[in-house]
């Protein structure tokens, strides 16, 4: 068997961290779980569910995952959400192949579902996730939202990973909410200036893309909702932009 660290970065997800971590431990021999001060049971059921677990203050995506990595014992990490799990076709794949140094990386199509509900549409299928890696070798970006592992010597697997993208409106707002706030805070370190107008035509031409360009319209009631709520997520980021810049001139007067 390949030796695997499996690495999760949580805040308050014991709804999901249990299925996450025996979803690991299938292609796993050890599991990390690095949590932002979780103020719910996610430490201690982690700690129950065989898992090695370390507190670190949120980093930022990228950081975070990357400060994971330091306390594997082995090269090769498999990076993987909270609210995640491995679907049989990757379980299969990974004890199959012999990890060497022909690659640096794997990546793996990601299904994203909305309740039981499977989300194709406007993009979000196949949805290339590379989580499969050598850290020796290459790491995540520092991005503060949506990171990557970005490497030249990566294999493309078809196997999958599962997404419980939410499970009700109410939980998919927490989550653009908290999303957008990590996007701005990247807008802001990539020296995206503050616009009072930008928050409208970024996230109108946001709902175009994903009705239009990506073929939502055609897809009917999961089409429109992928695309409306692209649409808020990106109104959101570009309008906390320009709350950073109003509390940065305030700090400074």
């Excluded at 090269?75 to 192949?97: C, G, H, R």
Aim: with cysteine; hydrophobic share 35%.
């Amino acid at each position: 068997m390949n030796k695997i660290t499996g690495t999760i970065i949580t805040l308050n997800a014991e709804k999901y961290i249990e299925r996450a971590i025996r979803s690991l431990q299938s292609i796993c021999d050890e599991v990390i779980v690095l949590d932002s001060e979780s103020t719910d049971l996610t430490r201690e059921i982690a700690v129950n569910s065989g898992a090695k677990v370390f507190v670190q203050p949120f980093l930022g995506d990228g950081d975070q995952k990357k400060e994971a990595s330091k306390f594997s014992k082995n090269n090769w990490i498999f990076s993987m959400d909270a609210d995640e799990y491995l679907a049989n076709d990757l379980i299969e794949f990974v004890k199959t192949i012999n990890l060497s140094d022909d690659y640096d990386s794997y990546s793996f199509r990601r299904k994203n579902y909305c309740g039981n509900e499977w989300i194709k549409a406007a993009g979000f299928y196949p949805d290339e996730v590379t989580r499969l890696y050598n850290k020796a070798k290459v790491n995540y970006d520092t991005r503060s939202d949506h990171a990557a592992v970005t490497s030249i010597k990566r294999f493309r697997s078809k196997s999958h990973i599962i997404h419980n993208t939410y499970e009700s409106m109410d939980e998919w707002v927490e989550k653009i909410n908290f999303r957008s706030s990590m996007s701005a805070k990247q807008l802001f370190k990539d020296g995206v200036k503050a616009s009072s107008i930008r928050p409208i035509t970024r996230s109108i031409f946001a709902f175009f893309k994903k009705l239009i360009i990506k073929g939502g319209i055609f897809q009917g009631k999961n089409g429109f909702k992928v695309a409306l709520t692209t649409m808020f997520n990106t109104y959101l980021k570009y309008t906390k932009l320009n709350d950073i810049y109003d509390k940065e001139n305030s700090s400074n007067k």
